[in-house]
């Protein structure tokens, strides 16, 4: 009875279930198509919500900036939607918030992002805003000095932020000059710098389709957005790239400690290293590894040990942030001051422990069957696929990555994990940032 | 055991082209335990959640946080699975988990593949029961609660403010108590205190569960009904402490810390959405804060400056009364009174002249898009569905949107003149300490 009635009103609704009954296959995540003016399209159409979400990535990021100009992708990309040469500020955001969407832009390391959701009736409106914000921003001088003079704002506030300054901090130590140790909003002393005529002439060399990638997926078939891209990004003219060569960055020779002292009754740690590049063949043994160190949740080690059998922190965990031009991995937590010592020693002890004694097969077993069996749920719903497409595609991973990757999971071994754990983590030359009370750490580092 | 088949009619409202509706299913075994069901088929992957009724507003002065402290608890073992068991199990079928407490209902859920999500019901129906609650797991995650109190509060300033002011808000009424608890309450809660709480509120005549995804409702409620089914139900629940006097006269409390920008919150005192001023209250809220259209950024960070960040919220998915809140963070070197008068400016303007028609249809399609919208995720159509059951009844959600709907430019003004009065609010304001220099 119940069914019936809701059958009526939408039979779109079960057909899609009869299709959808069997895992979603790399066929039916996205259709990938390069327009003539090199702009990549990648459309997965979702039809069961009548919405669509778009994710526009521009190579445009901090790595494309010169280092004293550090900000200008950031301000380029926030002054997007701050008025273009048919619209103001103010235009931009009552037409998409009038329809409940959203419009925004952010700029990354690598590359911008530019993403819009509307629902499906409002999908001509978003295309021609999108296509406005992106194509033809105004920076006029009066939005530039106020979007300035709250970036500066913003970056003093991150102050009071322990985790960010200790973020900062750690990258700036690890990466030195190369774009990656810079954080992408800038510094209070960069921003004022920025012109102008800095904004117009980065988003000319950078802003254009053959830099650019664009993820649908919602409610649009491939020919209505055939149509819509043909009508807004059409004309868009290819540029010829400035080349951007990146300074290398070399392996610490030794320890180093950074200490920010500040009136906290925690201290933040972060300590770490140079770790890899998305294209490292050895990424997901070492996704695999750090999941069983401190990337598992409550499955990894570094929970266990210093969570829940000394109840030393609420939160403690391991990444390694894998970039297209290199990466770094991080251990962080924390702590009352008063235990810092305590938990950075059992960190460098765990990472010692996983170089130098097999992980157990059932630890091994584990990470493995939740990086593969979680894969549904990184890919369940409109925006968590725009994103994933997105990451496909700039990374080069192929469409039938989805099929793949189960087995490239599935045969990493134990030795392996031994190996990557020996040959990427370094519990001797890490960059060890504290931020905290520092007379109550009484840090022995 | 009765069943109950329902339609929610969400979108009637959206053009016939895009009108959909939500089904779904209320069922209710014998011993009271309430399930919900929201049949998805999008992607093969579904959410189940049981969700108590439950949380800091049922604590008893001297023994704050015990609530969250139990839900932390909840993950450490019961008489049948061995402490670290249950998100490891979760997790090695691909699944996460976790679970939140807020004033009124604590939840747990799991997020998996569908055709794994039988698993959690075993799990969640052993924990309902058989907890194990001994000394020394206990110490060990009060000291990780301790932890996560001074990571989000202590040495938060903008949280620390808030906690601040919703003390000063009310003082008898148990939403004045942070849900974490204050710091010196977190060392006295002991084994029996949260032995207590455990019995007394986890029973299925106190739980409702809501699952949502690519299931068929017949196979997960035979198996809900073999695992919950023979539980006995609890007592019933006791009436929480409820009382509150009313305000004469505006409170101000204030924060002095180490911090970078002055910060100011004001708590109004208004009725939840059971009230019929609740809708009205609401488009309120987003007509001075969502998004860069909205009077609050508008005026006090895009015009004036004076400003990096200006907002407003109406809090009224709560079981009791609570509160209508704006805030704002000063630009560097600009006064906090300034700020103050500013924001009070706003809540003037609004009071006297009502705001335009395309102010108030934006309001409601912003409510409107975003019930399509949290569509794509079963997880946030399970939050919903749990935060208004644990509220106003799930049934709500038809007379929320309709109550949107219906409210006028006129309604808006009315509100504000009615409840953002002086008398009856309660302003916190962060005074920062110049910090000293680091090595």
Known sequence: MNISRVLTIVPAFFILVLSLASPASAAQLAERETLPNGMVVLHAGRHSVPMVSVVMAVKAGSISEPSAKAGLAYLTAALLTEGTLKRTSREISEAIEFVGGSLSASAGADYTTVSLTVLKKDIELGFDLLSDIVRHPAFREEEVARKKKITVNMLIQQNEEPEVVASIAFSKAVFGEHPYGRQVQGTVDTIPAVTRQDLVAFHEAQYAPNTTIVSVVGDISGDELRLLLNRYFGDWQQTKLPDTTLPTVEQKKSPAVIKIDKDLTQTNVILGHLGIARSNPDYYAVSVMNYILGGGGFSSRLMDNIRDNRGLAYDVHSFFSANRYGGSFQAGLQTKNESANTAITEVIKEMRRIQTEPVSDKELSDAKSFLTGSFPLRIDSNSKIAGFNLAVEYYGLGLDFVDRYPAIINRITGEDILRVAKEYLDPVNYVLVVVGNMEKAALKY | ?439
């Open chain 2, 1 to 439: 055991m009765k069943k109950i088949t329902l339609i929610a009619i969400l979108c009637v409202f959206l053009s016939a082209a895009t009108a959909f509706s939500l089904p779904i299913n209320e069922y209710v075994l014998d011993n009271g335990l309430k399930v919900l069901i929201l049949e998805d088929h999008k992607a093969p992957t579904a959410t189940f959640q049981i969700w108590y009724r439950v949380g800091s507003r049922d604590e008893k002065s001297g023994k704050t946080g015990l609530s969250h402290l139990l839900e932390h608890m909840m993950f450490k073992g019961t008489t049948k699975h061995g402490p670290k068991t249950f998100s490891q199990t979760i997790r090695r079928a691909g699944g996460t988990d976790n679970a939140f407490t807020s004033r009124d209902y604590t939840g747990y859920f799991e997020l998996l593949a569908s055709d794994r999500i039988s698993l959690p019901v075993d799990l969640e129906a052993d924990r309902m029961r058989n907890l194990i609650l001994t000394r020394d797991p206990v110490l060990s995650e009060r000291d990780v609660v301790t932890e996560e109190r001074r990571l989000r509060t202590e040495d938060d300033p903008q949280s620390s403010v808030f906690e601040e002011v919703m003390a000063a808000t009310f003082k008898n009424h148990p939403y004045r108590r942070p849900v974490i608890g204050w710091m010196s309450d977190l060392g006295t809660l002991n084994p029996d205190d949260l032995l207590e709480h455990y019995r007394t509120y986890y029973a299925p005549n106190n739980a409702v569960i809501i699952v949502v995804g690519d299931v068929d409702q017949k196979q997960i409620m035979e198996k809900i009904r073999t695992s919950f089914g023979s539980i006995p139900a609890g007592l019933p629940i006791p009436a929480a402490a409820l009382g509150e006097d009313e305000q004469r006269g505006e409170r101000r409390v204030y924060v002095k810390k180490e911090a970078e920008l002055p910060y100011i919150m004001t708590a109004y005192k208004v009725p939840n959405l059971s009230h019929v001023d609740g809708f009205a209250l609401d488009v309120l809220g987003s007509i001075l804060s969502d998004g860069k259209s909205s009077r609050l950024y508008r005026a006090l960070v895009y015009d004036q400056q004076i400003a990096i960040s200006a907002w407003a919220s109406y809090e009224g998915l709560y079981r009791d009364p609570f509160v209508f809140l704006t805030g704002a963070t000063a630009a560097q070197g600009k006064k906090i009174e300034d700020v103050e008068r500013a924001l009070l400016e706003e809540i003037r303007k609004i009071s006297q002249t009502p705001p335009s028609g395309q102010e108030v249809q934006r309001a409601k399609n912003q409510v409107e898009a975003s019930f399509v919208m949290q569509q794509d995720s079963i997880y946030m159509q399970a939050r919903t569905i749990g935060s208004f059951e644990m509220t106003m009844g799930w049934k709500f959600v038809d007379s929320y949107l309709d109550g949107i709907r219906k409210v006028t430019a006129e309604d808006v003004s009315r509100v504000a003149r009615k409840y953002l009065i002086d008398d009856q609010k309660t302003t916190g304001i962060l005074i920062p300490i110049p910090k000293e220099k680091g090595s």
